[in-house]
Structure formats: structure tokens, C-alpha cells
């Protein structure tokens, strides 16, 4: 079994920062591209920031400058670095990859339960 499990979301003032952390778990064999979405309240969900496996990253429009994807492969971890952050960057983020188990030979598209941010004066 294998899944990814979010952390580091809360509640934070305008301005503020946060990292997000996503782990991928379990009898994993290798993992192609890693991505951050999010969904605020009756919004589609929208793809915030990618990262390739040999970490080539981009970003939607509104958080260029703002945001920085980053991972660990070593540890199976992508992070997001969210910084100046505004009252419309409150949403459920969600951590989204690419995977192979061990033991398959095709790649998984495996979500995570999402992490909360809001953003609140």
C-alpha cells in the first residue's frame, strides 16, 4: 500500500508563511513528477507547482514569486514553501505524484487527504 499524507497547513496572517511537507510511504519503487494542487471553497481544483524527479519546477501565475516546490527523493518528500501569503491562497492543498510500486510496471496518479491553510487577519 502506498500513500501520501500532507502536513503543515494552518491558519496564518496575511504575510505569513508556511511549508508544507507531503511524505510518500510504503513499497515504493520510484516516483516520476510531484505536484501541489488546491481547492478553495465552490473553486475547481487548480495545479499550484510541479517538480520533475531531476527537479525542474513550475508554477502557476498567481504564485510565481511567492511559492517554492522543492524535494527530497531520498525521502520521498516534495515540500512547499509558501511565503507572502494572501487571503486567496486559503485552500485545501493537496499533494499529488506519479509513482511506481515495486513489483508493477506501470505508474499510479496517488493523491493525498489534503492539508488545510487559511489565510486570516
Known amino acids: 500500500q502506498v500513500q501520501l499524507v500532507e502536513s503543515g497547513g494552518g491558519l496564518v496572517q496575511p504575510g505569513g508563511s508556511l511549508r508544507l511537507s507531503c511524505v510518500a510511504s510504503?513499497?515504493?519503487?520510484?516516483?516520476?513528477?510531484m505536484r501541489w494542487y488546491r481547492q478553495a471553497p465552490g473553486k475547481q481544483r487548480e495545479l499550484v507547482a510541479s517538480?520533475?524527479?531531476?527537479?525542474?519546477?513550475n508554477y502557476e501565475d498567481s504564485v510565481k514569486g511567492r511559492f517554492t516546490i522543492s524535494r527530497d527523493n531520498a525521502k520521498n518528500t516534495v515540500y512547499l514553501q509558501v511565503n507572502s501569503l494572501k487571503p486567496e491562497d486559503t485552500a485545501v492543498y493537496y499533494c499529488?505524484?506519479?509513482?511506481?510500486?515495486?513489483?508493477?510496471?506501470?505508474?499510479?496518479?496517488?493523491w493525498g487527504q489534503g492539508t488545510q491553510v487559511t489565510v486570516s487577519s
Open positions: 499529488n505524484a506519479l509513482l511506481r510500486r515495486i513489483g508493477v510496471r506501470y505508474y499510479d496518479n496517488t
Open positions: 517538480i520533475t524527479s531531476d527537479g525542474n519546477t
Open positions: 510504503g513499497s515504493i519503487f520510484s516516483i516520476d513528477f
